[in-house]
């Protein structure tokens, strides 16, 4: 998502904003579909009371990564946030192939 959004060449913001939401539609439709998985196949849960209440105790560290990154967006330049963009999704894609060959 992020190289297709940076194809674009849009400002940081809108970029921002617009990763945001995809990620939030996402993940957010996920939740029932997990919730099924895991009363059709019990032997293997995707939704468990340990894994949510982990994602609870995350929640204070997402809270203050909002603050962190409203912060911190303006003061990035535009095309140093694009080159930092592309630097990750790069990381991201090594990553990838080689956990694929573990």
Known sequence: MQM???AFKM???QF???IAWYFFIINT???PIYWVMTKLIPMKPLM???SLTLNLALFPAVIVGVFIGKWLLPRIPQKAFETIVL???GIGAVNLVLNYFR
């Open 4 to 6: 297709y959004l940076a």
């Open 11 to 13: 400002p940081k913001e």
């Open 16 to 18: 921002m904003g617009t």
């Open 29 to 31: 439709s996920k939740m």
């Open 48 to 50: 468990t009371a340990s």
């Open 87 to 89: 630097l990750m999704a």
